[in-house]
């Protein structure tokens, strides 16, 4: 069996959040070492590297086990970004409902004063 070389340890580090295959892959395509999955598991135990699967948020830098999106962020920004959406778009709804709850408002205020001028007109000719 080949011995570790420095580089091949320094990739384990590098490459170690793609999980054993991924470093495995990693050597061989930069070293051309070929090495087994296990032989990878053993090696970084024995330096003591993770291989723990981990994807890093473009957005906030938190590492997550998986990015379940296609945006390369993780939940939780992609749930700022909805909460944003839906504030904005919320903004806007209110926006435009104010104006016609308004224009509602200055019409039942002008038949309301149009009324009561009938009603006083109505009893000023009772007199
Ligand atoms: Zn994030």
Redesign the pocket.
């Known amino acids: 069996m080949k011995r570790w070389s420095e580089e091949e340890d320094r990739l384990i580090e590098a490459y170690g959040h793609l999980g054993a295959g991924g470093v495995r892959n990693a050597i061989e395509a930069e070293t051309g070492t070929r090495r087994t999955v296990e032989a990878v598991q053993k090696r970084a135990s024995r330096i003591g590297a993770t291989l723990l699967r981990y994807e890093t ?1 473009s ?4 590492r997550i086990p998986h990015m379940n999106t296609r945006w390369g ?2 939940a ?2 992609r749930y700022r970004d909805q909460v944003e959406r839906h504030r904005k778009a919320e903004a806007v709804r209110r926006d435009v409902l104010n104006d016609s709850a308004d224009a509602e408002e200055e019409r039942w205020r002008r038949a309301a004063a149009a009324e009561r001028q009938r009603r006083r007109r109505r009893e000023r000719g009772r007199k």
């Not at 957005?59 to 938190?62: A, L």
């Open positions: 948020c957005r906030c830098g938190k962020i993780c939780e920004c």
